[in-house]
Each structure stands twice: as structure tokens, then as C-alpha cells.
């Protein structure tokens, strides 16, 4: 008779050839071949359970053949939602069911419009295109410097893209529909030239455009004055009627008193009378009735010019005002565009046909103004753009000789510019500051307790500092000799405005970031996201899109594109930014939201967690179960980032982590054998992961969504089973009917293959007492008496600690040992005669809280 361990032996000596001959015994093969061929055609969990080839397979193949006759417990274990602690299959004690469940897309899929990765790429994106602007900016404004005076024709400036980008911007002509030849036409102009292309093309065109608003100004004044006139007449009758009546009376009042009336009575009312009429002479601007007859006279004499010319009052003049006006702005519009092409024109020296002598397409004095034309382009404050200010400010400011200059005020008009820098270097941008606070702060005499920044401003820090960095006297103007500034003060100014620059803009940053958080939650589908301008503007943003400018179709289609799909719209468009824009979101191509695209589904990446602190922790110290956990999160976190194969593998710390989880040393193999292993066929049994790897890289690669390219994968929750799904099952199969067919001839063989693919997870004592195969391993290999199994269960196990340390399970020398023991000892105890045969209905028996779920089930369990 051969050995138990003899028998052992040649099966698990080389076990991919022993997997091998049972997969093409001609039973597993039919099997296996209906399985992979109609698993994927299910659609429902009862559809599943009706199909016996399909359900028994995969019952066998997780060991759970004994409970495939309650379909109505398997069904709550498959519709588990296996994130929910609380959930059928994970409150079951026997974790079989939870990995069988696992296998399965039945439970609903996490469904979420942006990730926390995904949300945490999108401001990492944002943030950097804001500080990328500046360099952005310097480097254009580089490279235009150098370019231009190499460009000798108009066409090799219009032919780089970057030079005429950079030259279109200044002026604001949009880059996507510009005219070449006209913008070309506009660079060989001498505006002084009538018979330029500019002055050709536009300059008749101008010239009526301007006669044209001279008139409609003319015809609107003339309207606004009629309007004018009519209201005096209006207001001068209304006044000669007022003052006629208190003539009256004032003459009534003054024969009263001729006739011996109370005089000191009706001189009071004479003289109250008497200033009644003044004011209401006063108000029409005139002196007395006789002016105000001769000013209705001469309004009168101004409407009836005016009706000569104009329509009849009221909605002829109504309508026509509305459409002057309406033209006005188109002319105005059309007349400031030419303004840009004449601009444009003047800005550049190429002759008529083209052509220039290199180095003088352009003046010094021209480059300059467009290179600070160009920082302004800028809605945010860069540094560029700040220099440029603070260069302004230095240039300008020790010219001036009084506040107005500044604030403006006494019919001067202030200087814009400075005033906002001012109000900038000293943080004074609350809105409720004015010109006119800037200049009583300047004006204010420190020394004095009533000064207004003591009184009005609360002696305000920064009102102070305003105040201590200027010289002007409290009536604005300058002493003799003296400057606005010191240049130590104009140092400090210029601090304050390199600090505070930027402030607005970070404060819009961060508002915009809070009301995209608050607002991502009300989207439910790709027209709500498009509608909610929160949402829409900073995502755009993000990846360096304007949502002012860009096509909602475009973006649209985008986000409805299939990343995985090379020929999706969003490849299309040949730039990064759109496909940048799609990665932030997890919109279906219906528009509905659906799951982030991962390289490993979430319950693999639970899965792949736990098993790594399992096999840490274990035996671990404190401190070694600490780091488990540290670097649980830490792949829970960054393997989300994970976008190809080339990343994972790029990544030694996640991918060290993953293999350790499938108990895969990381210094076993090499990169490049990793490359071939991720990137072989699974399902050609003479590919590299099946002909030359270990088992448990199929495991590996399975685990994570990467094609034979190395690209990532959608997963397809459309079918049941994903692919590490399939094949786990698939592999568990062949174990449980290699292990089930080495029972039929000695089920002690079976018992050793079963307990060297169970004792690496098993790390307690009670597991043991929990699995009949185990406990009769261990009784079997150390001799304990059958009549043990009665004892407590503290007894049983204080008996095994006495035997052996459950920590050996982890070393596979001392596994190799214990099997060994166990089939010297199993050959002594049963010869030829296998009694532990029937144990094997199942891979192990039906644990109690199974029985007890079962049973609350009811009749419907069967």
C-alpha cells in the first residue's frame, strides 16, 4: 500500500502539473467550460441560483457544497452589501460566505460623482495652474522677447504658434476663429497710408461709423433736451400759477393793511408771503414771473425748433430712442474692434509685402508695451503682474504733488492705479472703504485726538500705517521740498503690496473651493453638473479650461467619454486638459453617475487590506500592528491614484504591500518579470503567469483592472462576476476536486492537502475547534484522544498550546514537518481504512451561527 505521505507527495510536489491533469479529466473540464461560458450571461441572483451546473460549480469551488440546498440563505449572502458591517454575510462568523459573496457584483455598486482621490487630484490641479500662471507668463513673455527679433516676414511670426498666440492675447482677438489673412493684412499696414489694407478694408467703414454716432448723439442730445425744455415749460407755468396765487394774496393782505388792518399781524403775513413767492421763483431759476414768461418763451421757441426734427412726443420718441441707443452700442462695439486692428497695425513695422529687416519687426518701445499688456491679460494678481504694478508705483508716485492726484476730488481725477495699489499695500480693500476714506486718512493730523482716523476710523492699525507712510500735510498738499514718500517709506509700501497682492484672489480661491464642496453634493446627473455654475466653473478651472469661452457640448461629450475606449470623443480633441477634466468625474455615457474607473474594485482593496494586517498582526508586536494599519491606509488612500500598470509598478511601497498581501515575498522577483506576469494571457495556459509563476500571482493580477497592455480597465459591473471573481472561482475549483478526488483513495491525503492551503490563515486556536478537518488534523498529527472533542473549549485549547504554537502555521518548514507527522501518525492510526472520509461532504462542516441563520430562514431556506 503507498503512504499517506507518498501520495501527498506526488501531488503537491508539483502542484501546477497535479491543478493540471484534474482540469482535463473530462467531467471538470465540461464543467468548467459551461461555467465560463454562461456565468456572464446571468442577470439576476435567482437566475444564478436556478442554474444548477452554474450554482453548485461555484459552491464547490468556495467549499460550500453542504449548504447549497438553502438557495434562500445564499440569497441574502450574495445581496449583502459587503461595505456594510452589519450586513448578512459579513455578521456570519464563517468568512467563506463574505469571499463568496466577494466573487459576486450582486450586492449594488458604491456609486459616487467624484472620489476623494478624484476630489483631491482636482485641487492639487487647481492649485498648480495657479501657480503655474506666473511662470507661464514669464517664460511666454521670454520667449517672445527672443523670437521677435529673429522674425524677418509677417508669415514666420503668424506661423509660430506661440508668438502669435502670445500676440492675439494682448489684443484680444480670440486665437480659435481669427482670419490669417486679415490679421496678416492688419501686420503690413501703415495706418497713415489711405491706401493701407487697414485704412482700405476698414478705414470708410470707421469713418461712416463715427459720422454715424455723431448724429445718433446729436438726435439723442436734442431728445434729451426737448425733454428737458418741456419739463420747464412744466415747471415755469406750475410756478407762474404758485406765484400768481401768492401775489394775491400778498396784495390782498397789503390792501387790508392800507385800510388801517392790524399792521404787525399783516406785515408778518406780507413778509412770509413775500418769501414764499421768492422761493418759488428761486426753484425755477428765475427771478420773477416776467422771467419766468420770457424763459417759457424761449423753451417754447427750443421744443418747436426741436419738433421740426424730431417725432411727436411719447412712443414714436420712446422708440426711437430704444433703437439709437441699440445702434449706438453696435457701432461703438464694431468702432472699438477697429480701434484693436489699428492697435494691432501700429504695433508691428512690417512693410506692405511682408517682409522686415530681422530685428525690426517691432520697437523697443512697442515690445515693452506689449509685454506688460500681456502680464495684465491676467485676471489673477501674479508676481509678474505685481512687479509690473510695483514698477508703476515707483515710476509715478513721487510725482505727484497732492492727495486729489491720488483719490481724486476737487474737480481732479485720481489715478486709479495708484490708489488700488495704495489700498492693496495697506490691506485697505474692505468694501466699505472709498476714494474718500484713502484721502482723510492721508489728510489726518496724527497729533490731534479728534483727527479722523482717531474718530471715524477707531484708530485703525492699518489706517495708522497708511497715514505714517506718506508726507502730505491735513489740506493734501506737500510742504516745499518735500516728497509723497521717502524711500524707506516706498520700501515698506512696496512690502505691504507684495504680501497683500495676491490675498483677493486666494480668498476667491478658497470661497470657490468651499461652495464647490457644499454644491457637489446636489448633483445628480451630467445636466445638473452643467447647470450648477459652483461646480461647473471650478472643475473647468482646474485643469486649466475657460467655462466662459468653452462649448457645453464639448464639455458634455467629455465627461460622457470612456477613458478606456481610445477612440472615445474625448481623445478627439488631442488635449490632455479635456482627458484631465473626464479623470475627475464618473459620469456614465448616458449622463448618470456611476463608479470611479480603480485599479482594484473596493472590495478587493478591503480584501487585499485585510489580508495584509491579518499576516501582520497576527503575531505581530504593538508597534507591528501599528504600521499594519499605517500602511493599510496608506494604500487604501494612493492605490485610488493609480491609473496603468507602469504606475503600480513604479510604486515599490503599494506594490510591496499588495504582494505581501498575497503572501508573495516582494524581493522573489524582479520588475520585468512582474511586467510579464501583469501582461500575460490568463487564459492561455502556456502564457507566463500560468507556465512560469507561482499561483499566487494569478491572484495577484487578478485582483487589479489592468488589460495585457498594462491599461487600466472599467469595471464591468454589468455581468455578476468580475475577473478576479471568475477566476478565483475558477482556481478554487480545481483545489476543492483535486483535494475531493485524493480523498476517494485516502482521505488523509486529503486532510494534509487541505490543511497546507488553510494553516497560513490560520492564526487562532478557536479556528481550529471551528473546522472538523482542522481539529482532525491536529488530533491525528499530536495523538489527543476523540473523547477531547467533549471537553470545554478553553480545555481543548490549553491542550493544543501544549502541543505546538499556533505561529508555526506561518512557517512553511514547520508545515512541511507537521503534514509529514501527520501521515506517519494518520498511516499508524488507520492503515488502509479511511473513517474520516465523511467528514468531506464539504471542504469542513456547517458551523453553528449557519445552522441558527438557516433556521430563521424558515421553510422558505429549502
Known amino acids: 500500500m503507498v503512504s499517506t505521505y507518498l501520495s501527498y507527495d506526488l501531488i503537491n510536489r508539483d502542484m501546477k502539473t497535479s491543478l ?108 498648480t495652474n495657479v501657480a503655474d500662471a506666473d511662470a507661464a507668463i514669464t517664460e511666454e513673455t521670454r520667449y517672445y522677447n527672443v523670437m521677435i527679433k529673429s522674425i524677418d516676414h509677417v508669415d514666420k511670426l503668424l506661423q509660430n504658434e506661440r508668438l502669435r498666440s502670445y500676440t492675439l492675447s494682448v ?98 403775513k406780507i413778509d412770509d408771503l413775500t418769501t414764499q413767492l421768492a422761493s418759488v421763483w428761486s426753484k425755477v431759476g428765475v427771478a420773477d414771473r416776467d422771467a419766468a414768461q420770457a424763459a417759457i418763451t424761449t423753451n417754447q421757441a427750443l421744443i418747436d425748433d426741436y419738433n421740426t426734427r424730431l417725432p411727436a412726443v411719447g412712443a414714436e420718441t420712446t422708440n426711437l430712442t430704444t433703437a439709437l441707443n441699440t445702434e449706438k452700442t453696435t457701432l461703438t462695439t464694431t468702432n472699438a474692434e477697429l480701434d484693436v486692428f489699428r492697435a494691432l497695425a501700429d504695433a508691428f513695422d512690417f512693410n506692405a509685402d511682408g517682409t522686415v529687416a530681422a530685428g525690426s519687426a517691432q520697437t523697443e ?47 481732479v481725477t485720481g489715478d486709479a492705479r495708484l490708489l488700488a495699489y495704495i489700498q492693496t499695500a ?47 500735510q491735513t489740506d493734501g498738499t506737500l510742504a516745499d521740498g518735500t516728497l509723497p514718500q521717502t524711500s524707506e517709506q516706498t520700501r515698506i509700501t512696496n512690502m505691504g503690496y507684495m504680501s497683500y497682492h495676491n490675498d483677493k484672489d486666494e480668498e476667491a480661491d478658497e470661497k470657490a473651493l468651499a461652495a464647490f464642496k457644499t454644491q457637489i453634493s446636489t448633483v445628480t446627473s451630467l445636466s445638473t453638473f452643467m447647470t450648477n455654475s459652483s461646480v461647473y466653473d471650478y472643475a473647468l478651472k482646474a485643469v486649466g479650461l475657460d467655462p466662459t469661452t468653452e462649448s457645453e457640448r464639448t464639455i458634455k461629450e467629455v465627461l460622457k467619454s470612456d ?37 482594484q474594485s473596493e472590495l478587493d482593496v478591503q480584501s487585499v487590506a485585510a489580508a495584509y494586517i491579518n499576516g501582520r498582526s497576527a503575531f505581530g508586536t504593538e508597534d507591528e500592528k501599528t504600521l499594519a494599519k499605517e500602511e493599510s491606509e496608506y494604500y487604501t488612500e494612493e492605490i485610488q491614484n493609480i491609473k496603468s500598470l507602469k504606475d503600480l509598478l513604479g510604486n515599490a511601497r503599494l506594490l510591496a504591500f499588495a504582494m505581501e498581501a498575497f503572501d508573495i515575498d516582494p524581493a522573489s522577483v524582479t520588475t520585468e518579470e512582474l511586467y ?45 462576476q468580475n475577473r478576479s471573481g471568475l477566476y478565483e472561482t475558477l482556481d478554487n475549483y480545481l483545489l476543492q476536486m483535486l483535494e475531493t478526488q485524493a480523498g476517494e483513495d485516502n482521505a488523509g491525503v486529503r486532510l494534509a492537502l487541505y490543511f497546507q492551503r488553510m494553516a497560513k490563515d490560520t ?41 505546538f504554537d499556533i505561529e508555526d502555521f506561518q512557517d512553511e518548514e514547520k508545515v512541511k514537518k507537521l503534514i509529514s507527522r501527520f501521515t506517519v501518525m494518520y498511516d499508524m492510526v488507520n492503515g488502509s481504512y479511511n473513517p474520516t472520509l465523511a467528514m468531506f461532504s464539504g471542504s469542513t462542516t456547517i458551523s453553528a451561527d449557519t445552522l441558527l441563520a438557516v433556521a430563521t430562514l424558515g421553510s422558505s431556506s429549502r
Open 676 to 720: 510579464k506576469i501583469f501582461t500575460s494571457d490568463l487564459d492561455d495556459p502556456k502564457s507566463y503567469i500560468n507556465a512560469e509563476a507561482d499561483s499566487a500571482f494569478r491572484r495577484l493580477v487578478t485582483s487589479f483592472n489592468f488589460d495585457t497592455e498594462g491599461n487600466l480597465m472599467r469595471e464591468d459591473r454589468s455581468t455578476i
Open 365 to 411: 518701445e512697442n515690445r515693452i508695451v506689449m509685454n506688460n499688456a500681456y502680464v495684465l491679460t491676467n485676471p489673477r494678481s501674479t508676481i509678474a503682474k505685481a512687479e509690473l504694478e510695483r514698477e508703476y508705483f515707483e515710476s509715478m508716485i513721487n510725482s505727484i504733488t497732492s492727495v486729489e492726484q491720488i483719490a481724486g476730488g476737487s474737480g
Open 171 to 268: 489684443f484680444g482677438i480670440d486665437q480659435k476663429y481669427y482670419s490669417y489673412a486679415n490679421i496678416k493684412g492688419l501686420l503690413t499696414s501703415d495706418t497713415d497710408d489711405p491706401d493701407s489694407y487697414f485704412n482700405v478694408t476698414y478705414g470708410a467703414k470707421y469713418e461712416a461709423n463715427t459720422a454715424r454716432l455723431a448724429e445718433i448723439n446729436t438726435t439723442l442730445s436734442e431728445i434729451t433736451s426737448r425733454a428737458t425744455a418741456i419739463t420747464k415749460v412744466s415747471d415755469l407755468n406750475s410756478a407762474i400759477t404758485s406765484g400768481d396765487a401768492l401775489q394775491a394774496q400778498i396784495d390782498a393782505a397789503q390792501e387790508e393793511l392800507d385800510n388801517g388792518g392790524d399792521e404787525e399781524t399783516l406785515n408778518a
Open 426 to 472: 495697506f490691506d485697505l480693500n474692505d468694501a466699505t472703504i472709498m476714494p474718500a476714506t484713502i484721502k482723510n486718512i492721508l489728510t489726518s493730523d496724527l497729533s490731534d485726538p479728534t483727527n479722523y482716523i482717531a474718530t471715524v476710523g477707531n484708530n485703525d492699525a492699518r489706517y495708522i500705517a497708511l497715514r505714517k507712510a506718506f508726507n502730505f
Open 763 to 803: 492564526t487562532s486556536y478557536y479556528t481550529i475547534l471551528g473546522d472538523t478537518a482542522l481539529q482532525k488534523f491536529i488530533s491525528t498529527t499530536f495523538e489527543i484522544p476523540d473523547e477531547m472533542a467533549n471537553a470545554d473549549v478553553d480545555t481543548q485549547v490549553t491542550m493544543m498550546k501544549r502541543y
Open 563 to 599: 477613458l478606456q475606449d481610445p477612440k472615445s470623443f474625448v481623445y478627439t480633441l488631442k488635449d490632455e486638459r479635456y482627458v484631465k477634466l473626464a479623470e475627475l468625474f464618473n459620469f456614465k455615457s448616458d449622463g448618470t453617475i456611476g463608479s470611479p474607473v480603480l485599479a
Open 20 to 127: 493540471s491533469r484534474v482540469s482535463q479529466q473530462n467531467l471538470v473540464a465540461r464543467q468548467t467550460e459551461y461555467y465560463k461560458e454562461n456565468i456572464g450571461k446571468v442577470t439576476s441572483v435567482d437566475e444564478f441560483l436556478d442554474d444548477y451546473q452554474l450554482y453548485n460549480y461555484a459552491m464547490d469551488a468556495f467549499g460550500l457544497s453542504e449548504m447549497s440546498y438553502a438557495k434562500a440563505f445564499m440569497k441574502q449572502v450574495l445581496e449583502s452589501d459587503l461595505n456594510d458591517s452589519n450586513s448578512f454575510a459579513n455578521k456570519l462568523t464563517d468568512t467563506r460566505y463574505r469571499q463568496f459573496a466577494e466573487a459576486f457584483n450582486f450586492s449594488t455598486p458604491t456609486t459616487t460623482l467624484q472620489s476623494d482621490a478624484q476630489l483631491e487630484t482636482m485641487i492639487g490641479l487647481y492649485n
